[in-house]
């Protein structure tokens, strides 16, 4: 029996999160896997529901399942509250208590969707990297933080600081990837600049004697920011700090035309993982049947990988999803100007899934 919570949370999240658990269920039979599935609230809708934008009950159901799904936080509605009680401070919560060190974000381009991004399509055919940000350390989470005053003037202060563990542990992730790929791993840095990203060199290059076999390259963030834009399949594996990997995997995801197209996984050391994809609540066409539920599905697939070990389940989603690109089904968001293809709702577009998925022998 596989126990997993699924936290819709807020804007679209709840109508990508009904594909995704739609698929979830028909995969799951097909490989003769139970589920035990539960379902809470993250985020805004928590807030509006107990004041909090992650209770402790929710915390504690969390930490006794095999994995979490999660689909969208946050929206304009809350902007105006207090930092501590803003809807993302449920999401670094969650990440925090579960211990997800790491988060996993592939970008690949799909043959279909190439004309999609905004660059060339000499530049972004062929794309298949991936982004591997430390999640649970630097400025996010470093101490002291906060505005004070000092002499009169306000002072805003926060901390990026790692031990030598939490570099060790995040770059073995990163290693161990490039192995199942194309063995190069690029460390992405400040080092010239910070102290701390000095560390971040000094320990990736002891753990780097371990994998002789994967090559392995430095690259300062700024200069790497460039070269995603400029010539993005050089890249592998990139593995960096909290923040810049905030950064480096959004670029890397629109490059591919669509952030409504990207899955992302955070893991623990455990085996716990947290699935979700990319894009936000987008709460201006929440509850209109037009999100695309691609990249939450696509996270489904993450979570038969990573959590469940069945590799074969999530190739088969990753399939039915490139079968479904192909046949030319599309929702709004992947539809250029100029292009003739008729969007599809959300729900339509689960269904042409599912169909596909049923296809199978």
Known sequence: MKRILLLPGDGIGPEVTAQARRVLELVAQRHDIKLDLDEALIGGCSIDATGVPLTDEVVARAKEVDAVLLGAVGGPKW?????????????????????????????????????????????????????IRELTGGLYFGEPKGISS?????????????????????????????????????????????????????????????????????????????????????????????????ILSDEAAMITGSLGMLPSASLGSDGMGLYEPVHGSAPDIAGQNKANPLAAILSVAMLFEHSFKELRAAAEINDAVKQVLSDGKRTADIILPGQKFTPIGCTAMGDAVLEKLKALS
């Open 79 to 131: 902007d105006g509250i207090a930092m501590h009680l803003k809807p993302e401070k449920g999401l670094l919560r969650i990440r925090k208590e579960l211990g997800l060190f790491a988060n996993l974000r592939p970008a690949t381009v799909f043959e279909a969707l190439i004309d999609a991004s905004t660059l060339r399509p000499e530049v972004v055919k062929g794309i298949d990297l991936l982004v």
């Open 150 to 246: 000092v002499n009169g003037v306000r002072r805003g202060v926060n901390t990026m600081v790692y031990d030598e563990h939490e570099i060790e542990r995040i770059t073995r992730v990163a290693f161990e990837a490039a192995r199942g790929r194309r063995k190069k791993v690029t460390h992405v840095h400040k080092a010239n600049v910070l102290d701390v990203c000095q560390l971040w060199v000094e320990v990736v290059n002891h753990l780097a004697k371990e994998y002789p076999d994967v090559e392995l390259a430095h690259q300062l963030v700024d200069s790497c920011a460039m070269l995603l834009v400029k010539d993005p399949k050089q890249f592998d594996v990139i593995v960096t700090e909290n923040m810049f990997g905030d």
